[in-house]
């Protein structure tokens, strides 16, 4: 007879303090579809490195639940920006033409690394704990790391354990009523080590994910309220229908696009706001207003906070091409704090990233939005810089759109984040990159060989050196009353196109050095 577990232990696993949105559905949920489980969670994100292992066993002890859960959020952190080190390293160590700047770099790669690799280790140990500790306790791990790296974790984990890979609500709500009706996406390591791998049909209907009942939770994860003055992590649906050469986040949950009751959405945050001070939102949906649709949803929701009003600030992953001046109002009405979105002033870059819209049209809406009430809200240009195809006309023509957007916005208000594209495991990119050789065909993506990680920031020759001397060059001159970074970067490119233009040559090596 299978046995139904009476009581979970969430372990959120560590990464640099963010809410923890997804174990916070999970356990909602089941706590609204079988209220006599006890669940518990613990946060190791608020937990002194050092004194992780000893509370994870004194909750172990004092609880000995049935079955631990552990959430694993990043694995492969390697997408770094200008508010990010390890872009600084990278930049460094293949661009810096002085040998200490490189000495130096490759001492804090090193170190980053170093730490990348501990902690994957301790989170591996973690688990090997609870099975020591607690033999006949069940482990499970979810998360976004497990849904992208899903078979190699379980490969790693003890025996009896589910690795969920996706949504976890209805494999959690399978796993604790025993195991026996199985539900869900996940690979299963039984007591003899063996893997079976189960995917079940239905996608969750996310009309099931009713507000959350945030005193429940705040009884089981009393550190909740230490994530007051951050940004606090609400989906509005899950999937995306588009394919971002680059992105994987279609496969994390699918790219049918399922929709939240937008009255049950607007109540989640109201409570957030009204009952517990928590005043900044992030949509994590993959992506916020992906298609007609969506656009329809996101009016809905927000008329609902309008009607209720909520006093939020808010910010989210958003594609222009669908925003009408009535969603721009209500956008900035319910607290639009930042406008962020993936920018190429490229129509060739847009369509060999396929990714689905036409320049014009974006810029048409940036306009919109500043119609429609705009106070200075931050555009924060996330650039694929130098992507498949970038030429140095297709840099200049991301140029001349940056600096429209400073004409529309005001150059203080538009922030240019000198993004490269990570390369991701099963992703078009990631083919065509082993096709043209840049990858071996078997690169293992969770490697820990520096030169493999450094080439899945995707930032090749000959631009590639143009652009890190432009950053390096703006990186010097920083001080406090300096520009943004990213600004001064793409200031930095400009000049060096110009050169290039004067000298009537597309030779780069004739650059002057940045020093
Ligand atoms: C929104 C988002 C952000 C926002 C977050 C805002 C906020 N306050 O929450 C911002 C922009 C700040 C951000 C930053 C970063 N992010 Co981010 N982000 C996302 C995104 C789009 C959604 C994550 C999310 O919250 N989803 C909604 C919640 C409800 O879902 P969830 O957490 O996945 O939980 C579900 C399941 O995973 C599962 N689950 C979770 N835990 C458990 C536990 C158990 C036991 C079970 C059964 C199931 C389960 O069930 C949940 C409900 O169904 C994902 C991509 C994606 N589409 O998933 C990337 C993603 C999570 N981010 C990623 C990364 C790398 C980062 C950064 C490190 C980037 C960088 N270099 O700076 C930083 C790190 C931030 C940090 N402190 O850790 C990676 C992580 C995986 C990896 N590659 O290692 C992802 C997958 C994107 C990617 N390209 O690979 N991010
Ligand atoms: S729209 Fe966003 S979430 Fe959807 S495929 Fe493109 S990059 Fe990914």
Known sequence: MPTAIKSVLYVRLPVWKIYPGGVVYVADFIHK???????????????E??????????????????????????????????????????????????FQHKFKAALSAISIIYDYSTTRLSNFGFMKTVRKMLPDTRIIVGGTAVSIFGNYIIDKCPNDTVVVIGEGEEAMLSIVDGFEHKEGHFYYKDHSGEVEHFQSEQEFDLLRLTAVNFAYISKIFPAFKEYKDTYIGVNTKRGCPLSCQFCLYNKIEGSRQRYRDPAEVAK?????????GMKHIWFTDAQFCATRRSIKHVGMMLD???????????????????????IAEKML????????????????????????????????????????????????????????????????????????????????NVLPFIFFIGIQPNTPVEKRLKDEGYLSKNYNPLTLNPFVIKRL???????????????????????????????ATMENIEISLKKLQEDATTDLELLPEYD
């Open 33 to 47: 579809q079988r209220p006599d489980v006890k669940q518990t969670i613990l946060d190791l994100a608020l937990v």
């Open 49 to 98: 490195k050092s004194q992780r292992l000893a509370v994870l066993k004194r909750y172990l002890l004092d609880l000995q639940p049935d079955a631990v859960a552990f959430s694993w959020r990043n694995m492969q952190t390697f997408g770094p920006h200008p508010e990010n080190d390890a872009l600084d390293v990278v930049m460094k160590y293949d661009h810096s033409p002085k």
């Open 268 to 276: 989640e945050i109201d409570v957030l706001s009204k009952d517990y």
């Open 304 to 326: 609902e906070l309008i009607t209720r009003k909520t006093e939020i600030e808010w910010a989210a992953y958003i594609r222009l091409n669908y925003v009408t001046h009535d």
């Open 333 to 412: 009405a319910t607290g639009l704090n930042s406008l962020d979105l993936s920018f190429t002033g490229s129509q060739e870059v847009i369509d060999t990233l396929s990714l689905g819209y036409k320049l014009e049209q974006q810029m048409e809406v940036f306009k919109v939005i500043k119609d429609a009430g705009y106070q200075n809200q931050k555009i924060k240009l996330y650039i694929p810089l130098n992507a498949p195809d970038e030429t140095l006309e297709t840099l200049q023509k991301t140029i001349d759109r940056i600096n429209e957007l400073y004409d529309i916005f005001g150059r203080e």
């Open 457 to 487: 920031l995707y930032n090749p020759k000959p631009l590639g050196r143009l652009i890190g001397r432009a950053y390096l060059k703006a990186a010097e001159s920083m001080d406090e009353t300096s520009d943004y970074i990213g600004r």
